[in-house]
């Protein structure tokens, strides 16, 4: 029992970052699933990170209260900027919603409120493990089950083909904005839970470099289920740490080994779709 | 002529017997189990330049403390985990130390941002951790058991303006910074409240964003107040910037430029040359310092390592002969003996005299040295 628990503790950061980083790629495949390529992910987490950790160090809020905010937040803000930026498709929309990312930034930069560059420090160490990974199989059931109903082939029609879904009487708008909205509150919930785990948050970790991480979940992963990002943001936590010993050699051997999964995996590791309820063989 | 050369039968013989000779003396030295404390710096990616200072200075420390018999009777040993400079892998780095490496001591991480992260879980596992980098405010409040051996900002900026105070008369400035940069947002704060203190005027406070290029602007602007000085909390390619910037502009030479830590560094002069001539800044360590610890430091590193050593790597420095002395003093190797050791030591170091306060920051910054540039050389101010 000892030993279960040295475990746990030694890696805690590590199994938690996991659950997090799992969350986030599902937010990343929400919006993959209908064909849309937005990089917004990073800013909806900073945004679930800082709302979190200011109603906590400030108002003292009850944690489920907090957690509700978090995911509230950003779903608002997504509502916003969805009307504009959603009728941008392809690389326009990913341009826009970057700099979603660069505006949350300078303002986390420049507000006092927020600790400015300095950030947040001193976040009580709120959310457990099972929070976390209670968070990410509902998150993942609800998904699955998306997936195998009638939502998730018109999700499907429109990635394949917008024009055709479209007349074929699915609602293009309104998907979008949906798995836009979505993705903003599993992102902002990612946020506040990475931030009460790790007790520190500071503006330039929800910035360009984290948008294109949590890209790469997905890409690596697959995203013919949600399974695929989980997977892959798996993968590309646990390959840092597991490739410690090598010191040195640890940055070069992670960089090939994601170079030859691109490279040979083109889809991504996970490439089978979840069946479809009533579907034929 | 490719062939590796190959060694005669007596000549190999003789390497044999070297080699094991080796291998018992090495066996001797390993006898007693080593005492193994673990170090977090960031080893890879862009900030590796300081873990990497900070690590030769370590293992120079480490290789005086063995060679004088190790500590209570065991040799000392670091472990390193590196970060990357990420949170993230900071975090895990401490928790794999603390609980798998069992060490009784942790010195790093690098960067304040990190100290936040790993702070509170040394914290709670009751294990001492020196920061030897950490300048922030706020570092060592943390928790009981977070110790800095690095000057904070707080204590070498106040000296440096002081003495511009004193020295030149510097009665109106303006202060420019970089607002978006933990380091250089915390070294603007600590200004604030000197100048403040000082009773010296401010004109004017310009900010820039630590990727911008061109200061023109915040500098015209500056320009027209017609200040004593102007007070910079910059990083070192900003801060070379803006000296480039204020000599295009033609800033007299009696406006002093007044920087803080991040500016003491050989790449401002690279980069600005002679538009960096008159810049003040303070300093917890100088190459030019000519006492015969530092020399010797100096000396050694050079002949260990080759090149010259940094600030970063004197903190490492004094910083490792700290932990060294606390761990022999402890009444055990527990986290909790070594942190009850670390408040009551006291060394001399290449930094100054080195002791901490009961809030576990540096308590001596007489060794803060005001430094100014002459025909592109730091030299102590006097």
Redesign the interface.
Known sequence: MAQID?FL??????LA?LGVNGLLALSMYVVLAIGQLSLGQAAFMGLGAYASALLTLKLDAPFPAVIAASMLVPAAVALVIGAPTLRLSGVYLALATVSLGEIL??VL??SDLTG????L??IP?KAGLPLIFACLALALVAFTLICRSRIGRAMEAIREDEIAASASGIDLPAYKMAALVASAMLAGLAGALNAHI???I??N?YGFDAAVTILSFALLGGIGSPFGPVIGAFILTLL??LL?PL??Y??VVNGLIIVFAVLFMPHGLLVWPIGRIGAKA | MTHAPKLSPSRRSVFLCALLGFAVLARGAEAADPITIGAIEILSGPNAKYGFSIKNGFDLALEEVNRAGGVRGRPLAIAYEDTGGSKEQAINAARQLIARTKAPLLLGPTLSTEMFAVGPIANERKVPIIGTSTTANGVTAIGPYVFRTSLPEADVVPVTLRTAQAKFGVKKVAVLYGRDDAFTKSGYDVMKAALEKLGVETLATETFGAKDTDFSAQLTKIKSLDPDAVVMSALADAGAGILLAKEAQGFAPKVRFIGGNGLNSPKVLEIAGAAADGLLVGSPWFIGKTDAANQKFIADYKAKYGGEPDQFAAQAYDALHVAASAINAAKDVTGEAIRDALTKTKIVGVTGPLSFTPDRDPADSSGVLVLEVEHGAFKILD
């Open positions: 040295d503790w030694t890696y805690q950061n590590l970052s930034r300078v930069v420049e400015g560059a300095l950030g420090s001193g160490e790790s007790s520190f500071s503006p970790e840092p740490e410690r010191h040195d640890r940055l």
